[in-house]
């Protein structure tokens, strides 16, 4: 958690002599899907929400920091019918996913106000993976006497590529769509994210 914060911090920092400048400040709210390749089972659909801090260079740059939290709630079906003395095995399980990142985007004006802008950038995920375990098996029952609650957490590096198509109005607020896919250090898909997003000029 001390690493977590001080990377958020850096990145904060990154932005902080630009507050007072051409600074759009954007909110997305929308699903997230997880990559095939990560252990957790099926539903891999959850919510997701993003905020992001991007000064805007000149009318074809901008960079500015990405702040992205998941929740996925998933089934562990391979687990069902786990012999169990007291009461079945839980077969819920959460997995919260943040991912802060450092952007850059090139922005392309359309007709009628509208922005097409996309980008890539590089940061650091940390994930919390929270499921239950069964444990002390019983060599003579051939049962498992409880459970635990485990609680997991990794980090690592991601390199993040993220569109939006807004509209702009009174050059102050923005409404449109934004997406995003995630990569870890093996440019292995992590997961990817999309939804409407609403966006202000400070």
């Known amino acids: 958690m001390r690493k977590l914060l001080t990377i958020a911090g850096l990145l904060f920092c990154t932005i902080g002599e630009l507050l007072a400048q051409n600074l759009d400040l954007h909110f997305n709210l929308g699903y997230f ?6 252990a957790i089972e099926l539903p891999s659909v959850g919510i997701n929400a993003n905020l992001g801090f991007f000064y805007q260079l000149n009318n074809q740059w901008s960079m500015g920091v990405s702040l992205n939290r998941s929740w996925n709630n998933y089934c562990r079906e391979s687990m069902a019918g ?5 009461m079945p095995l839980p077969l819920e399980g959460t997995l919260t996913s943040d991912h802060f990142s450092f952007m ?6 359309l007709p009628f106000s509208i922005l ?3 980008g890539v950038g590089i940061g650091m995920f940390v994930d919390r993976n929270n499921y239950y375990a069964p444990v002390y098996f019983n060599e003579d029952k051939q049962e498992y006497r409880g459970f635990f609650l485990i609680d997991e957490y990794s980090q690592g590096i991601t390199f993040p590529a993220q569109f ?16 995003a896919v995630y990569y870890d ?6 997961g990817k994210y999309f939804g409407p997003r609403l966006g202000f000029f400070l």
């Open 164 to 179: 939006s198509l807004r509209k702009e109005f009174y050059n102050k607020w923005s409404i449109g769509i934004q997406g």
């Open 33 to 38: 899907t997880i990559g095939d390749q990560r």
């Open 104 to 109: 850059v985007n090139r922005k392309i004006a």
């Open 185 to 190: 250090q093996f440019f292995k898909r992590r």
């Open 116 to 118: 097409l802008e996309g």
């Open 82 to 86: 786990t012999p169990i003395m007291v």
